[in-house]
């Protein structure tokens, strides 16, 4: 796994595993996208299919652009690309694949589980991949600690998890109490303690490591996260903070 980009300010992830090359996520720009893989070799225009979360635009808004520039189909649920094509200028689209919330994709070798999230979105989705003899998760714009995300832990050799915000930073912050409510609420993001006492769950479990994904800029910073990740899980578990400006390191399973 390589994380292109994680962030309000775009997203988009890298996966390979075996002869499938995925992208999960479209919402840098295609010159950011070729030049992020090519630093690891990768060549974007052999990207077998892109994975569309939901419909906010730091996921969606390059869908177009990638699958004109490099001509990848992509697999998104027909409310989510009906809401981004009202709301976002996405341009003609080629090979599109319209999947259900729940359902298994299959592509080549490997299996993809869509798990239904509690997200402000229309109808988001997060991702397990799996081998055969590794499970992924790319898990992030997940609204809260949901049952289903807590069973979902125990089964992952490695994940890619939303730790949004600091709860005392977004409470001293500057945005206004309607988007603080909107945060930290059902339908919001994970907090830095939500993600850590996640994971700490599954500690003893399949769980090789975790890359802390989708860091908010202004109610957020790496240094808190992993310190406060670090406090619960004490020291039990590898940890990396994903970017919001850069490509990461190359991540294996």
Known sequence: MVVLQSGSNGNCVYVEAGRVRLLVDAGISGLQAKLRLAFHGVDVCQIDALLISHDHRDHIRSLGVFQRK??????????????????????????????????????GDLKVHTIPTPHDAVEGVAFVLDDGQKRLGILTDLGHPFPELRRLIHTLDAVLLESNYDPQMLQQGSYPDW??????????????????????????????????????ENNNSPEIALQTHQQVLEGRLPLAVASRYGVSDLFEV
């Open 70 to 107: 490099f001509g990848i189909p992509a697999y998104v649920t027909e409310s989510t690309l009906a809401v981004a094509q009202k709301f976002y200028p996405l341009g003609p689209l080629g090979k599109i694949y319209l999947f259900q919330p729940g359902q298994v994709l299959h592509l």
């Open 179 to 216: 988007l603080k409510r909107r945060i930290r609420g059902p339908r919001g993001h994970l907090s830095n303690p939500e993600a850590a006492h996640l994971l700490r769950s599954a500690l003893g479990d399949r769980l090789r490591w975790a890359c802390l994904g989708h860091l908010s």
